[in-house]
């Protein structure tokens, strides 16, 4: 991706998220103006932002939240681009699935992605790329059996509220309004779909994805399911996000996935480098095999690094942080 030769400004919702944090730093490095929102810019957990290289000069933090439609205008204001990346993901169970799915999960999801939209359309902003996710893609009774899920597939509404799979059916809809959006705005909309997301922490806390990997390592449960996770390196995603934002031949919506493994060959894995943990003891065979296809945005030109290199980054950067200890 080329150097930027003047100062462009963008900005990335829910800055301080573990994908938006990366992205924020890329942006930063190729000589962005970066405005990003956050619920409270003086937390202890958005100080990671305040010590990227150039965020001293170039990264401005605004105090608002997807529900905040003048907030959010008053953070696009100037911008030519919008990265919104910002969504709720739930961590561990729920434990008032009614409430949680409407005021948590869903409001947030697609409320807040129409008022993102809105803002935009005020603020004049060019280009927008709404991070989504293959949740929006692969939730369905109904798989292709003889091929990998492409951009054409979606995730079954009905199916994702029969599951009380809530997130992905906040995230499908959400996706799905977005697009839709297009044909009635003059908005240039994006979309990028990630799969299970590992890789090292700029910040702080723990989510959801690097919690689901640290369980392999920490729990050392008595039977898991063998199921196949597609995965992809926190990093790329962040450049298949900024590749979806420059590249003016990117249209509608992609797939962000590097590889398939399922669960038993992860802990396998990560034992066979690793094997002073606590990892899982038996496995129960699961038949949900999902294979997603990221050829369309390889065809813009993204790449991806090897799962090994994901994987030791990742360990590291639990080990220094103090979320591993051997045993």
């Not at 003047?6 to 900005?11: G, Y």
């Not at 948590?104 to 939209?117: Q, S």
């Not at 799979?165 to 003059?186: G, P, Q, R």
Request: glycine residues 6%; aromatic residues 8%.
């Amino acid at each position: 991706m080329e150097r930027k030769a003047e100062k462009e400004r963008v900005c990335v919702t829910g800055a301080g998220g573990y994908i938006a944090s990366w992205v924020v730093k890329f942006l930063l490095s190729k000589g962005y103006i970066v405005h990003g929102t956050v619920r409270d810019p003086s937390d202890e957990k958005n100080s990671h932002l305040k010590k990227l290289e150039k965020a001293l000069e170039n990264l401005q933090l605004f105090k608002t939240d997807l529900l905040d439609y003048e907030g959010l205008c008053a953070a696009f204001a100037g911008c030519s681009g919008v990265l919104h990346v910002a969504s709720p993901v739930p961590i561990g169970p729920i434990s008032n699935p009614e409430n949680f799915t409407q005021e948590e999960l869903i409001e947030p999801a697609v409320v807040g992605t129409r008022n993102v939209l809105s803002a935009c359309e005020k603020a004049k902003v060019k280009k927008v790329v709404v991070v989504s996710s293959a949740g929006a893609v692969a939730v369905t009774p109904n798989r292709p059996k003889d091929r990998p899920m492409d951009e054409e597939c979606w995730s079954d509404l009905e199916y994702c509220k029969a599951t009380q799979n809530y997130y992905c059916l906040a995230k499908t809809i959400a996706e799905s309004e977005a697009l839709e959006h297009t044909k009635k705005s003059e908005l240039n909309i994006v979309t990028v779909c990630p799969s299970f997301v590992f890789g090292p922490m700029l910040q702080s806390t723990m989510n959801g994805s690097c919690l689901l990997l640290l369980s392999f390592m920490k729990d050392g449960g008595e039977s898991v399911k063998n199921i196949v996770y597609p995965v992809v390196d926190v990093r790329d995603v962040a450049e298949s996000i900024l590749l979806a934002y420059e590249n003016p031949d990117a249209v509608g919506r992609y797939i962000c996935s590097a590889h398939s493994i399922q669960a038993q060959a992860l802990a396998e894995k990560l034992k066979s480098m690793y094997p002073n943990y606590n990892y899982p003891k038996s496995y129960i065979e699961d038949e949900k095999d999902v294979e997603l296809s990221s050829e369309k945005l390889q065809s813009l030109g993204w790449k991806y690094r090897p799962l090994e290199e994901t994987l030791v980054d990742a360990v590291r950067n639990y080990e220094e942080n103090g979320f591993l200890v051997e045993h």
